[in-house]
């Protein structure tokens, strides 16, 4: 019986610490959009083929084709794209992601579809910060974000 009230306690602790991780994340991303004083974006045009990486359930990155980089943001509400095998951009012009109509869908094991809600550009340096401070909310077992907004800004 103890050793099923210590796995579970184990459980119970790594799990509390990766939610403190992602937690963490989501405040990090919000105040990076604010201090770089990223301006939102009603549409990006002229996306042929996009990589996407999901940051958190409520951000993603998406690279497109010409090596442009954009931060997507979802609503709170969105769920289950943080553990995505495949995400695919729906948007109802071809090639034109538009805030609050276009939309990320999950396909695999569960289908989630969450509506864009901002699009933010971003300069390579900017999405460097953004993929090491996850990488950082990982590896750190206090759950900070190891990231800092004192780097060059792009043009």
């Known amino acids: 019986m103890k050793n099923y009230v ?11 610490v990766a ?14 959009i604010a201090d770089e004083e ?9 996306l042929k083929a996009v990589d996407l990486f999901v940051l958190n359930d409520q951000h993603i990155a998406l690279i497109a084709q010409n090596s442009k980089s954009y931060l997507l943001t979802t609503a709170d509400s969105c769920q289950n794209m943080y553990f995505a095998k495949k995400l695919v951009l729906l948007n109802s012009d071809e090639g034109v992601v538009k805030a609050n109509e276009s ?20 300069h390579s340096v900017q999405l460097d910060s953004l993929n090491s401070a996850y990488i950082s909310s990982f590896r750190n077992p206090q759950g900070a974000v190891n990231g800092s907004s004192s780097y060059p800004r792009g043009i």
């Open 103 to 122: 939309k990320i869908a999950r396909l695999g094991d569960k289908y989630t579809e969450c509506t864009i809600t901002g699009l933010y550009k971003l």
């Open 38 to 46: 990223l301006s939102p974006m009603e549409s990006i045009d002229s």
């Open 19 to 32: 939610c403190s991780n992602i937690n963490n994340y989501d405040h990090f991303v919000n105040t990076f």
């Open 6 to 16: 210590k796995s579970f306690l184990a459980a119970a602790a790594v799990s509390l």
